[in-house]
């Protein structure tokens, strides 16, 4: 599916993007190329496959160890705050 002049300048003002007249033909390319892509990936048949975590069999993400690395300071941050209460920054009410 190739995307038309008029689809992409809809795109473009939706995206709030300005694109030249010169660059008007390599966006109109570009553009039809990926959904052409997406097209082409959707007629994929993945009926029979199953989700996995990782796209190497026996592979597992690495991660750090949770552990607390920073001292709470959350007394020394409200003490510069107009107003708390209960340990919350109290705000003017925007809603009427």
Same mark, same amino acid.
């Given at each position: 599916?190739? $995307?038309?002049? &008029?689809?992409?300048?809809?795109?473009?003002?939706?995206?709030?993007?300005?694109?030249? %007249? !010169?660059? #008007?033909?390599? *966006?109109?390319?570009? =553009?039809?190329?990926?959904? %052409?892509?997406?097209? !082409? $990936?959707?007629?994929?048949?993945?009926?029979?496959?199953?989700? #996995?975590?990782?796209? $190497? /069999?026996? !592979?597992?993400?690495?991660?750090? /160890?949770?552990?607390?690395? %920073?001292?709470?300071?959350?007394?020394?941050? !409200?003490?510069? /705050?107009?107003?708390? &209460?209960?340990?919350? *920054? =109290?705000?003017?009410?925007?809603? %009427?």
């Amino acid at each position: 599916m190739s $995307l038309t002049r &008029q689809e992409v300048e809809k795109i473009a003002h939706l995206a709030r993007l300005r694109i030249t %007249e !010169q660059e #008007m033909p390599v *966006y109109v390319h570009s =553009l039809s190329a990926i959904v %052409e892509f997406v097209d !082409q $990936l959707a007629k994929a048949d993945v009926a029979g496959v199953a989700p #996995m975590a990782h796209p $190497l /069999a026996g !592979q597992t993400q690495r991660l750090r /160890a949770d552990e607390v690395t %920073e001292t709470d300071r959350h007394e020394k941050y !409200q003490a510069n /705050a107009p107003a708390v &209460q209960a340990g919350l *920054y =109290l705000v003017p009410r925007v809603i %009427e």
